[in-house]
């Protein structure tokens, strides 16, 4: 079993940054693969950003390709996700996820995820 707890959501005006932190808890955390997901109100959950367990594969979404980064640190257990130049339509509940396996060409499919977080509120006001 492992625990996801995400941080570091708020209010922001559009063009400023803020850094996401998930820290995981559990049996072989470091070992997973991790992804940055996102629902906006009335929206599906979509895929922002993923990386290996290795930080050897790394994979984003278009709309914030340029604008975030993701990094993990596994001494930490713990997946950050930098977002600069924030836009209001980055405003949205984030959600972390670990997935126990590899996922091909799956990583945007949150379904691959076995772990959630319980998420972070990030408001980006125009």
């Known amino acids: 079993q492992v625990q996801l707890v995400e941080s570091g959501g708020g209010l922001v005006q559009a063009g400023d940054s803020l850094r996401l932190s998930c820290a995981a808890s559990g049996r072989s955390a470091s070992s997973y693969n991790m992804g940055w997901f996102r629902q906006a109100p009335g929206k599906e959950r979509e895929f922002v950003a993923g990386m290996s367990w290795s930080g050897g594969s790394i994979f984003y979404a278009d709309s914030v390709k340029g604008r975030f980064t993701i990094s993990r640190d596994n001494a930490k257990n713990t997946v950050y996700l930098q977002m600069n130049k924030l836009k209001p339509e980055d405003t949205a509940d984030y959600f972390c996820?670990?997935?126990?396996?590899?996922?091909?060409?799956?990583?945007?499919?949150?379904?691959?995820?076995?772990?959630w977080g319980q998420g972070t509120q990030v408001t980006v006001s125009s």
């Open positions: 996820g670990a997935a126990t396996s590899w996922w091909g060409n799956n990583y945007r499919d949150f379904k691959k995820y076995n772990y």
